[in-house]
């Protein structure tokens, strides 16, 4: 996998009851490594690993933007991993 980034995801208000169950399944996604469920804004933080950033735009449009639990998410691309 060549294309990692950390997406913060925003869960809709009438959502919230379902923020845990999101992120579990989330978290069973092939292209998922790491999911964080947060205190504050943004809800969860999700990293990703893709092979192609075609990838990861469809990875975006299929599991989150369709998702209706999500009110909003912001996807920032990962150049270097220093540590």
Sequence with gaps: ???N????I???AH?????LP???ALG???QVR????LGGTPDLLVRVA???IDELRDFVARHLGANPAFSSTQTSIIFEHLR
Excluded: G, K, W
């Design 28 to 30: 069973a996604l092939p």
């Design 50 to 52: 893709t092979s192609t």
């Design 5 to 8: 980034a950390m997406i913060s």
């Design 1 to 3: 996998m060549s294309v």
């Design 22 to 24: 999101s992120a579990q």
């Design 34 to 37: 790491d999911v964080f469920v």
């Design 15 to 19: 959502a919230r009851d379902r923020m």
């Design 10 to 12: 925003v869960v809709a």
